[in-house]
């Protein structure tokens, strides 16, 4: 997977390890502190240096026209010292100007500039600027705004590898530099517009060409999962000789799921699909029509306390390893729709989601149901492989909606009542939509009467560096080479693209 998509910045793009290190929460947790809750990546590099190679002090091209919403990590990766880490001059971000400018001003060549020469310029703008080199080794980020001034000078007798990741606020335009001509006044191309991928949040593709990110599981051979739309022809049909008939809906892998899939059931009074059983993969099971008793032994000892009753529009979560079943309770067969996903690592964190059962229908009456589009959220945590599992109920009023927008997240939508409009079709009750992240979606309510529908969003991925110590701040990301799963990654990485 090492191929890149029209620029050499897109790495992240095509490469599982690149995006997995662009999206690990030690790294975006600081970004988004900088730049807010929602966080685009543009640019992911590898950078090799050889023994005496220098890279002449400049500011980055693409995040030159953009005050304040762009931010850069350099994190190193192999034979990182002070004799060969990254220069910066602090605080240079503040001068509204780039090296390149002031070069062209007083007519130096890019070639010929020395870092004396950059310190002079920086302290006709700042009296205490300076140019500094950061003591840092492998493993070790620097974060700093997308206009700093900066350079590099590998003074060592080693080829010095880092990462540079290139961040913004989703509506910052990155174009593509012309690198016909890398002076100043800066050109930029209009097409292609460079790849970018949402990290944390949404945002709208007016401004940028998203793509999704790789899939988890991307060496496995499963099915690549792209946005899903089903209309369920509620009641299913049964099968009156098992009592329990399963219908495959989608099944797959996405950029926040090695695995997950969507299947809608029917189930007849008095029959289980399986014993109560437990498995490392998470559920979320809506009852659609009919009732069900969830037959849950880890509620209690006593057989009344583990039968809990389900009614339409009731739902829950079962989390990894919670022992579970179901039987038909109703006269009619029952008809339930279950997502069951799993993702790699699952977490140590003892703050994840418990077992819960939730009531998805909205009971408002009519008159109670503010205009436009108004969601209302259930729950939201972590869980034992995903960043954050939210679930939300949502009201349209006719003609209400949102535009086109691209989220970092997968979502799966149960429509209950009213009429959506989605990727250009309509889909009324009982309808289930899953926007895998990275692809533009929008709704809207085409129809006279409120629409009302449930939201699972599933927030991947905890990153394949397992938590670190230190916290985020100095070698916030530990010695990352010195961890053995990544290690053999960065290894990968740096071999491919050598
Ligand atoms: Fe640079
Ligand atoms: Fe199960
Ligand atoms: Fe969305």
């Given at each position: 997977m090492g191929g890149s998509l029209d620029w050499g910045k897109s790495r992240a793009t095509s490469s599982r390890s690149f995006y997995e290190l662009a999206a690990h929460p030690s790294i975006v947790d600081v970004v988004a502190e900088l730049l807010g809750d929602d966080v685009m990546l543009w640019g992911a590099t590898l950078l090799v240096r050889s023994p005496g190679q220098s890279h002449p002090c400049h500011s980055d091209i693409e995040s030159a026209p953009h005050d304040r919403s762009t931010v850069s990590v350099w994190v190193g990766i192999k034979d990182v010292t002070a004799e060969s880490s990254l220069i910066v001059v602090p605080r240079s971000h503040r001068f509204g100007v780039t090296i390149q400018e002031e070069r062209s001003r007083k007519g130096i060549d890019r070639n010929t500039v020395g870092i004396e020469q950059v310190e002079g310029w920086a302290r006709d703008r700042d009296p205490d600027a300076r140019v500094v080199v950061p003591r840092m080794s492998d493993g070790d980020a620097l974060f700093f705004d997308g206009q700093l001034w900066h350079g590099s000078n590998n003074r060592s007798e080693r080829h010095r590898h880092a990462v540079l990741l290139q961040y913004a606020t989703p509506g910052t335009e990155i174009r593509i530099p012309d690198f016909n001509s890398l002076d100043w006044p800066f050109t930029y191309l209009d097409l292609p517009r460079p790849p970018c991928l949402m990290i944390r949040g949404s945002g709208s593709p007016l401004s940028n060409r998203f793509v999704p990110p790789p899939a988890a599981d991307e060496g496995g051979g499963r099915t690549r999962l792209s946005s899903h739309s089903h209309r369920l022809g509620v009641p299913l049909a049964s099968d009156d000789r098992t009592g329990w008939r399963p219908y495959d809906l989608f099944k797959g892998t996405t950029a926040?799921?090695?695995?997950?899939?969507?299947?809608?059931?029917?189930?007849?009074?008095?029959?289980?699909?399986?014993?109560?059983?437990?498995?490392?993969?998470?559920?979320?099971?809506?009852?659609?029509?009919?009732?069900?008793?969830?037959?849950?032994?880890?509620?209690?000892?006593?057989?009344?306390?583990?039968?809990?009753?389900?009614?339409?529009?009731?739902?829950?979560?079962?989390?990894?390893?919670?022992?579970?079943?179901?039987?038909?309770?109703?006269?009619?067969?029952?008809?339930?729709?279950?997502?069951?996903?799993?993702?790699?690592?699952?977490?140590?964190?003892?703050?994840?989601?418990?077992?819960?059962?939730?009531?998805?229908?909205?009971?408002?009456?009519?008159?109670?149901?503010?205009?436009?589009?108004?969601?209302?959220?259930?729950?939201?945590?972590?869980?034992?492989?995903?960043?954050?599992?939210?679930?939300?109920?949502?009201?349209?009023?006719?003609?209400?909606?949102?535009?086109?927008?691209?989220?970092?997240?997968?979502?799966?939508?149960?429509?209950?009542?009213?009429?959506?409009?989605?990727?250009?079709?309509?889909?009324?009750?009982?309808?289930?939509?899953?926007?895998?992240?990275?692809?533009?979606?929008?709704?809207?309510?085409?129809?006279?009467?409120?629409?009302?529908?449930?939201?699972?969003?599933?927030?991947?991925?905890?990153?394949?560096?397992?938590?670190?110590?230190?916290?985020?701040?100095?070698?916030?990301?530990?010695?990352?080479?010195?961890?053995?799963?990544?290690?053999?990654?960065?290894?990968?990485?740096?071999?491919?693209?050598?």
């Amino acid at each position: 997977m090492g191929g890149s998509l029209d620029w050499g910045k897109s790495r992240a793009t095509s490469s599982r390890s690149f995006y997995e290190l662009a999206a690990h929460p030690s790294i975006v947790d600081v970004v988004a502190e900088l730049l807010g809750d929602d966080v685009m990546l543009w640019g992911a590099t590898l950078l090799v240096r050889s023994p005496g190679q220098s890279h002449p002090c400049h500011s980055d091209i693409e995040s030159a026209p953009h005050d304040r919403s762009t931010v850069s990590v350099w994190v190193g990766i192999k034979d990182v010292t002070a004799e060969s880490s990254l220069i910066v001059v602090p605080r240079s971000h503040r001068f509204g100007v780039t090296i390149q400018e002031e070069r062209s001003r007083k007519g130096i060549d890019r070639n010929t500039v020395g870092i004396e020469q950059v310190e002079g310029w920086a302290r006709d703008r700042d009296p205490d600027a300076r140019v500094v080199v950061p003591r840092m080794s492998d493993g070790d980020a620097l974060f700093f705004d997308g206009q700093l001034w900066h350079g590099s000078n590998n003074r060592s007798e080693r080829h010095r590898h880092a990462v540079l990741l290139q961040y913004a606020t989703p509506g910052t335009e990155i174009r593509i530099p012309d690198f016909n001509s890398l002076d100043w006044p800066f050109t930029y191309l209009d097409l292609p517009r460079p790849p970018c991928l949402m990290i944390r949040g949404s945002g709208s593709p007016l401004s940028n060409r998203f793509v999704p990110p790789p899939a988890a599981d991307e060496g496995g051979g499963r099915t690549r999962l792209s946005s899903h739309s089903h209309r369920l022809g509620v009641p299913l049909a049964s099968d009156d000789r098992t009592g329990w008939r399963p219908y495959d809906l989608f099944k797959g892998t996405t950029a926040n799921h090695e695995f997950i899939s969507c299947h809608v059931s029917a189930l007849t009074r008095g029959t289980s699909p399986h014993p109560p059983h437990r498995h490392r993969e998470e559920e979320l099971l809506l009852l659609l029509e009919g009732e069900v008793d969830l037959i849950l032994p880890d509620l209690g000892e006593e057989e009344d306390e583990q039968r809990i009753r389900l009614r339409p529009g009731q739902f829950v979560y079962y989390p990894a390893h919670f022992a579970h079943t179901l039987e038909g309770v109703s006269e009619i067969p029952a008809n339930y729709l279950m997502f069951k996903w799993y993702s790699h690592p699952p977490s140590s964190a003892s703050e994840i989601l418990r077992y819960r059962l939730c009531d998805g229908l909205d009971r408002r009456v009519e008159s109670d149901i503010e205009e436009g589009f108004r969601p209302r959220v259930l729950f939201a945590g972590p869980t034992s492989c995903l960043r954050r599992l939210q679930a939300h109920v949502s009201t349209v009023t006719p003609g209400a909606g949102y535009d086109d927008h691209v989220d970092a997240h997968d979502v799966g939508l149960i429509v209950f009542a009213g009429r959506i409009e989605a990727k250009g079709a309509e889909y009324g009750p009982n309808s289930v939509l899953f926007f895998a992240a990275g692809e533009p979606h929008g709704l809207k309510n085409p129809g006279n009467e409120t629409a009302r529908y449930l939201v699972f969003e599933f927030h991947g991925h905890k990153g394949a560096v397992p938590s670190l110590p230190g916290g985020p701040s100095g070698s916030f990301l530990g010695k990352a080479t010195d961890l053995r799963r990544w290690k053999a990654s960065l290894r990968r990485m740096i071999e491919r693209f050598r």
